[in-house]
Each structure stands twice: as C-alpha cells, then as structure tokens.
C-alpha cells in the first residue's frame, strides 16, 4: 500500500513563489513516477507535471511550463513542486499522485495512487 502526503499549500499574492513536497510511503515508492495535478473549482483534474522515478525524465502542463518546476532526488520517495509567478488561475487543490509502474503519463487514469490534496490560493 502507497500513501501519499502533501504539504506546502497556502495564500499568496499573484507573482508570489510557492513550494509543494509530496512524501510517499511504502515499500516500492522510490521506484515509481510521482506527480501533480491540480483541480480548480467547477473543472476537472489538470495534469501539472510528473517526474520519473531516477529523477531524469520531467514533463509539465503547457499552463505551468517555464513558471513551475518538478523536483526529486534519483529513487527517493519525495518529490517537489517550485512554483513561482503564480496567478489567480494557479489557484486550486493540487493533488500528489504515483505511478506504480513508473510510466509518465499525464491523464489522471494512468496514476493509481493519490494523495488528499492541498489547497493553493492566489489573490490578485
């Protein structure tokens, strides 16, 4: 069993910078993709972007490309998100998922494991 926890969400202001960690538990959690997604009221889930498992591969959603940044050490089973120049759009409850096979995928039926989420909020 695979349990992911997210910590880092809050309230900024739109050019503000903000970081996420994911930590997943479990004894083949270092060998799986660990990403993000995020879902903004009255929308579906958004894939945010998603890391390979040695921390080598990364692809990002075109809304977050060149502003956030997806971050792990090779095999570790925590994984970051460096957002910055966040807008009101950005706000929103991102979501920490896994990949048990450690595909990259970036729709939210390739990921089996999520976590609970945590809420981002950026006023203008």
């Known amino acids: 069993q695979v349990q992911l926890v997210e910590s880092g969400g809050g309230s900024v202001q739109a050019g503000d910078s903000l970081s996420l960690s994911c930590v997943a538990s479990g004894r083949t959690a270092s060998h799986m993709s660990l990403g993000w997604f995020r879902q903004r009221a009255g929308n579906e889930r958004e894939f945010v972007a998603v890391?390979?498992?040695?921390?080598?591969?990364?692809y990002y959603g075109a809304s977050v490309k060149g502003r956030f940044t997806i971050s792990r050490g090779g095999f570790q089973s925590a994984v970051s998100l460096q957002m910055a120049s966040l807008q009101p759009e950005d706000t929103g409850v991102y979501y920490c998922?896994?990949?048990?096979?450690?595909?990259?995928?970036?729709?939210?039926?390739?990921?089996?494991?999520w976590g609970q989420g945590t809420q981002v909020t950026v006023s203008a």
């Open positions: 890391i390979s498992a040695n921390g080598a591969s990364t």
């Open positions: 998922v896994a990949n048990a096979l450690g595909f990259l995928g970036t729709t939210p039926d390739r990921f089996g494991y």
